[in-house]
């Protein structure tokens, strides 16, 4: 299958300060790219939908103005945590998709964030 | 927002025997896909089905569709200790959105 990288895969960061995560699509175009949340032992909660060239579809209850979402090129898409704090501790997971509704997404292996 | 809700919520059983994991919907959909993650990792995607399709197979990996009950199911067959991971049933809405929302999952464990 099609590679997604995402980096970093861990980060440890100060209260106040902002993180960025990286998300390539490495051998395909990532028409759409998919940002997610997941909580110890829970499901993948979907943050944002973003499309190449074009403002990020977020979700119900996510802060877009704390969730940078950045989808500049068919490879590379970003989320910045802004001024983060504690309860933003999570694993961070990135997909991205070709074009078209039916096909199927790739996962990048996920960033776990540490706020102290 | 979750679309899916998978049971049973963790599932132990022994290497050889089958393993099924249903998933239930609540909006009409453009597909159903089922993915695996491993503890701590990203997901791995195992099978896509059309909401036109009733049935599909992929290795030891069979996958239904029904639409009028809006569920679907995974069955792994013949399990080996290396397929203990959550699986998550994803749906694409039918209609304009692009989303892929996830279930809540399912935690299989195969004893060796």
């Known amino acids: 299958g099609a590679v997604v990288s995402q980096h970093p895969s861990r980060v440890i960061c100060k209260s106040g300060t902002s993180v960025k995560i990286e998300c390539r699509s490495l051998d395909f175009q990532a028409t759409t790219m998919f940002w997610y949340r997941q909580f110890p032992k829970q499901s993948l909660m979907l943050m944002a939908t973003?499309?190449?060239?074009?403002?990020?579809?977020?979700e119900q209850g996510v802060e877009k103005d704390k969730f940078l979402i950045n989808h500049a090129s068919l490879t590379l898409s970003t989320l910045t945590v802004t001024s983060a704090h504690p309860e933003d501790s999570s694993f961070y997971i990135c997909?991205?998709?070709?074009?078209?509704?039916?096909?199927?997404?790739?996962f990048g292996q996920g960033t776990r964030l540490t706020v102290v | 927002s979750q679309q899916g809700e998978e049971d049973p919520q963790a599932l132990s059983i022994q290497e050889g025997e089958n393993a099924t994991m249903n998933c239930s919907y609540k909006t009409s959909i453009n597909n159903l896909q089922w993915y695996r993650q491993n503890s701590g990792r990203g997901l791995v995607h195992l099978i896509l089905i059309r909401s036109n399709e009733r049935e599909k197979h992929s290795g030891r990996l069979r996958v239904t569709l029904d639409t009028s009950k809006k569920s679907s199911s995974l069955l792994i067959t013949a399990s080996r200790a290396a397929d203990t991971a959550s699986y998550f049933c994803?749906?694409?809405?039918?209609?304009?959105?692009?989303?892929?929302?996830f279930g809540k999952g399912t935690k299989l464990t195969v004893n060796p």
């Open positions: 994803a749906t694409v809405p039918q209609g304009g959105s692009e989303k892929l929302v």
């Open positions: 997909s991205a998709r070709g074009q078209g509704r039916d096909t199927e997404a790739f």
């Open positions: 973003s499309n190449e060239g074009s403002k990020a579809t977020y």
